[in-house]
């Protein structure tokens, strides 16, 4: 795992990074994350400062998302930061799942609260307090409402940067059906939605399948997960989606008159993507010389670097100044006129930044009609002619999205082994790490097993391999296999 000391509060000079991905992954992310100028530590341990760069991508991602979830009817609300102590206990599980990361207020100014109130961890019950106020009949369902905003959980002693900040940001989709099938049809197309963005913003792919009962959400009656893999061989949840059944609605008495014009209690769906996603994007993109932003959620996509001479400066800066204008019209560009450093600690200033293309411009290239673009992820240079200029760009972007998204395939393709024997996956995990796959009898005993012993749990159980669970044995105990689970080391 990854465990951050506490930065050294003092100006330093900005260097690059110092530490080999490779060979200290956990030392290589603290540095990649401060260095590139993406987040920044604060006084409030576990809790970031997102720098431009990094909020603009989460701006983007949010944007996206938002736009996909209102065109499938999901409309946005906002609910109070704060939960009274009485409402956050009336769900047992729930509350039993999150009484040890949460943070209470207890006094204002010299003034004791008659009540405690919470720093909301997640937002169920001061919404569905509501929720049994506003839904009567079956008239009023479905409900799919959504909320954008920050959670705060203290549950753990060393946070990781953005992987597992204690404030974060995501959205917090609450759904309620009349009926467990209508709920259930909206798995898949949320679960899609994450999948899209994920892939097409962030260049991520992910493993979707569903937790096991130790690993659902507090409250649910089941929880279904996105699963990434980490360079380091340490897997990590992304975007998730809970199905709460009837245990919410009984225990906040959600009920409407059905069209029998009976009572019964609704069936509710929660689901949620977070900025966990950005520390994801770092860890598997980027590379010894820092950062490697893809294109769609990149502020800067294109940096434009003159490089002149005392007498020729002027000649060079306009003809910068132009191109910088034309591109300007197709891809996010910056103009980098700064004249205190070398063009040389400019490229390094921004490849550390993570800045998809760079452009860069001299006395003899204006001559020649030409430009070099210099591509982020391949480090390759290329001569364009200046009228070509905006095609190519505009092309590069998105072979860089491509080729950054086809990398990261590889090495969660290349991270799944599958295994027959218990001893097997012991020095699989141990050895390689990454998702190791195997029968599962669905017993909590042979899963308990697993993880007392090797470290690793069960991330999900993939959609896409529990076919193989028909002729399969439990990994642990020999028992005819109910599924095929992923066991990992994970965060």
Wanted: aromatic share 10%; charged share 30%; glycine share 6%.
């Amino acid at each position: 795992m990854i465990y951050v000391e506490p930065m050294v509060k003092e100006e330093k000079e900005k260097k690059g990074i110092t530490v080999n991905k490779e060979k200290d992954f956990s030392a290589w992310y603290t540095e990649v994350i401060e260095k590139s100028e993406f987040v920044d530590y604060t006084s409030v341990s576990g809790a970031l400062a997102f720098r431009p760069d990094a909020y603009f991508a989460w701006e983007t991602v949010q944007r996206a998302t938002d736009d996909i979830f209102k065109a499938s009817g999901i409309q946005n609300v906002y609910f109070p930061t704060l939960i009274p102590e009485h409402l956050l206990s009336k769900e047992k599980e729930h509350v039993k799942g999150f009484n040890p990361e949460v943070a209470w207020v207890t006094q204002t100014g010299d003034s004791k609260l008659e009540e405690r109130l919470a720093v909301r961890p997640t937002s169920e019950t001061i919404m569905y307090e509501s929720f049994s106020k506003w839904i009567k009949s079956w008239r009023d369902l479905p409900m799919r409402l959504n909320q954008w905003n920050s959670v705060l959980r203290w549950e753990f002693k060393h946070p990781t940067p953005l992987l597992r900040s204690r404030e974060f940001l995501w959205n917090e989709g609450h759904t309620v059906f009349g009926s467990q099938e209508e709920a259930d049809k909206e798995r898949d197309e949320i679960l899609g939605i994450y999948l899209k963005i994920l892939k097409e913003y962030l260049a991520l792919p992910g493993i979707a399948g569903r937790k096991s009962d130790s690993e659902k959400f507090a409250g649910a009656v089941a929880t279904y997960s996105i699963e990434h893999m980490l360079p380091n061989g340490w897997s990590i949840q992304g975007p998730d989606f809970h199905s709460d059944g009837q245990n919410f609605a009984k225990a906040f008495d959600i009920k409407f008159i059905n069209q029998k014009g009976e009572k019964e209690y609704a069936y509710q769906n929660t689901f949620a993507i977070s900025t966990r996603e950005l520390g994801i994007m770092m860890a598997v993109h980027g590379d010894n010389r820092g950062a490697v932003l893809p294109p769609r959620i990149a502020r800067i996509q294109v940096v434009v670097i003159p490089i002149f001479t005392t007498e020729n400066k002027p000649q060079v800066m306009k003809a910068a100044s132009d191109i910088s204008q034309t591109i300007g019209k197709h891809a996010r560009t910056y103009l980098d006129d700064n004249d205190v450093y070398s063009p040389g600690w400019k490229f390094n200033n921004w490849e550390l930044k993570g800045t998809p293309i760079r452009v860069e411009i001299g006395e003899r290239d204006i001559k020649a009609g030409k430009v070099v673009l210099a591509r982020r992820d391949t480090s390759e240079k290329h001569e364009v002619r200046i009228e070509e200029l905006e095609k190519k760009i505009t092309a590069m972007l998105g072979e860089i999205n491509a080729n950054l998204l086809s990398k990261a395939e590889k090495l969660l393709k290349e991270s799944i082994h599958e295994v027959k024997s218990y001893e097997e996956l012991k020095k699989t995990i141990k050895q390689k790490g990454g998702f190791v796959e195997a029968g599962w009898c669905g017993s909590a005993e042979c899963e308990a097993k697993v993880k007392d012993e090797t470290g690793a749990k069960i991330t999900n159980m993939p959609f896409d391999v529990q076919s193989k669970a028909k002729n399969a044995k439990c990994v642990v105990c020999g028992e005819e296999a109910k599924y095929v689970a992923n066991f990992a080391r994970s965060y």
